[in-house]
């Protein structure tokens, strides 16, 4: 309040009006969108569904239609369940027809649509069907609080490998982490080739594809069903509504580390390759200089300069070869250089599996005679009397005192 006694309009809601047609008797919904950083609890007008009375215009003047292709293993399933895919379009009067020859689905308005949006919504209805979904959970997009969105992976990642890998990972072991986003999401997911196809509302529609396309990324999904699961606990509590919710979020950051880490890392694998090179049987001279190659003499002058491109030709006589020998002369030098990287990093490779060196066991006859010649020895030492090494010393210390007195005569 004011000093006026007026109440203080906050400067976000000072050029808001009145809405005379937003009264009480108007259903409204509410609906909790969590953002990354907040939640807040929007309100809408509930929208009914579409019904033949409420178009007034009558029967489209023109016909709409949606074709797509389907790949050949597709085609044995549509075959059977078409005659399910045409009962459900026909309750909101679209014809749909499938293509053999050509492998093609279409669908078209008729003369007794009346819902001008269903006709997309069909399209997306074959689109589904084409990526694999199957027809029961494919009918559920013509409601219309469904939507859909294909993802396309295939271009993402270019190693084939790396792609199946990732591709993998969306999925987890048993199925467990595409389980873990559909509950969380409250969405459909079916990864199928290259294409991730999902089915929701619109607002889980966006984290399902933020979560794939990490994930193709090199981000493992866990990291965002985390997020979602600390937002679901988060939006039940109303206290939190108009706060921030940054401090309860994870940071998921990349660790640097420190030169002396660094440091450690470096040692700790420039121990493990001198274990690996000793194992292999090299020498003391060899390993030392893999670990520092020789320091270069240090001259004040420049070096000599260096012979042109030309001029190495010139020498080796490949300026005078045609175009097509010279070519053929490079890839057999490239040819042969691939053959002796290949070779050297085998080499390396093998280094690891070398068995060391191991002593052979001592057989029974060299265990006896070791244990009797034990057996002596002790013998030995028990029978020495031990006033002897007493008296050596004495006679030690005695040839002391004599050295002594003859350098104090001197």
Known sequence: MSDSGEPVVSKNKAHRKDKP???????????????????????????????????????????????????????????EVWSAVTRALDTHGVACTLDLVHGSMSVKTTRKTYDPYIILKARDMIKLLARGVAVSQAVK?????????????????????????????????????????????????????????VMGPYKSLKEVRRIVLDCMKNIHPIYRIKELMIRRELAKDPKLATESWDRFLPQFRKRHLKTSEKTAKKNE??????????????????????????????????????????????????YFLKATEREAQETEKRKQKQAETTEKRRAERAEAFIAPVEKAEQTVEEKKRHRKRTA????????????????????????EKKGGGDDDDS
Request: proline letters at 6%; aromatic letters at 8%; one cysteine or more.
């Open 21 to 79: 047609w937003d009264t009480d008797d108007i259903d409204h919904v509410s609906y909790l969108l969590p953002r990354v950083g907040s939640s807040r609890t929007y309100w809408q007008w509930k929208v009914d569904p579409f019904q033949p009375t409420d178009n007034k215009a009558g029967a489209f003047t023109e016909e709409s239609s949606f074709a797509t292709l389907f790949p050949k293993y597709r085609e044995k399933y549509l075959r």
């Open 141 to 197: 997009i013509l409601d219309d609080a469904v939507a859909c969105d294909i993802i396309k992976i295939g271009t993402l990642v270019r190693n084939k490998e790396r792609f199946v890998k990732r591709r993998q990972r969306i999925i987890g072991p048993d199925g467990s982490t595409l389980k873990a986003i559909e509950l969380l999401t409250n969405c459909y997911v079916l990864v199928q080739g290259s294409t991730v196809s």
């Open 269 to 318: 694998k420039l121990e493990g390759k001198k274990e690996a090179w000793k194992a292999a049987g090299m020498g003391a001279e060899e390993i030392a200089k893999k670990e520092k190659p020789a320091k270069k003499v240090y001259t004040p002058f420049p070096p000599a300069q260096q012979p042109r491109k030309v001029d190495l030709q010139l020498e080796s006589g490949e």
């Open 376 to 399: 002596m020895e002790l013998e030995m030492d028990a029978e020495e009397p031990d006033g002897v090494e007493k008296s050596k010393k004495k006679k030690k210390k005695r040839h």
